[in-house]
């Protein structure tokens, strides 16, 4: 049973994190930044190994600003908010690009990837928020602030919501925001994960959709009985 679920009359409201959670776009999205972030680690060779395998398995759950700005403050190089912009944009229009080609409807993921998976009209786009432009300022996991204007909008109260998250830094900002969070790892190709996403207090961890779905029918079961 998955505390996070247990005790719920009805389903609690459900935060879904996209990349990683309701699709398997970690492995795609870095291999489309590589070029971009090659051409950033000539530029900034001190910021260390730029491979998308690398990158992955250290820095899951944050955006290109946030990973370059800490991995080019860990050497202690400097660059200026204007400059990093310029690396910003065509990394993120190569990966959107690259996953609109990639990925396809997954039917063990009901609730999916917008247009790519074929699947807008379940997540319209005003459920929809995102670190890059739904707050005042871009701002990555784990800052808890994407979760706030999702909470505002949505007019729920952190309690009872649930968050799904995939990746450490994920879960961080739902816990931060007062979200029971429970991770889950059916797209996550790097070992250890369920371990250190229970490390941070996640009230549970699940192994693929289905899983998290029966578990949320028992648990109404049972409250009902």
């Known amino acids: 049973m998955n505390p996070a679920l247990s005790g719920h009359a009805q389903s609690p409201t459900v935060l879904l994190d996209a990349d990683g959670t309701l699709l398997p776009s970690e492995e795609p999205a870095f291999e489309a930044s590589a070029e971009v972030t090659g051409a950033f680690a000539e530029r900034f060779p001190q910021m260390g190994d730029p491979s998308p395998d690398h990158l992955r398995r250290t820095i899951t759950g944050k955006d290109f600003r946030t990973t370059a700005q800490d991995l080019l403050t860990h ?45 807008d009209e379940l997540l319209p786009e005003d459920v929809r928020f995102s670190a890059e432009d739904s707050v005042p300022l871009p701002t990555s996991k784990p800052d808890p602030a994407v979760y706030e204007p999702a909470l505002r909008d949505l007019g729920i109260a952190p309690s009872p919501a649930l968050s799904v998250e995939d990746s450490v830094t994920g879960a961080e900002s739902a816990i931060k925001a007062g ?47």
Do not use: M, N, Y
Request: hydrophobic residues 40%.
């Open 75 to 119: 050497q202690g190089v400097t660059c200026g908010p204007e400059e990093l912009e310029q690396w910003v944009g065509p990394e993120t229009t190569d990966i959107s690009a690259h996953i609109d080609r990639v990925l396809r409807p997954r039917p063990d993921v009901p609730a999916a990837c917008f247009t790519a998976t074929g699947l």
């Open 179 to 225: 979200i029971a969070t429970t991770g889950l790892v059916q797209f996550v190709p790097v070992a250890g994960r369920a371990e250190a996403l229970r490390a941070t207090r996640v009230t549970g961890v699940v192994g693929s959709w289905k899983e998290l779905v029966d578990e949320s029918i028992d648990d109404r079961e049972a409250v009902r009985t």
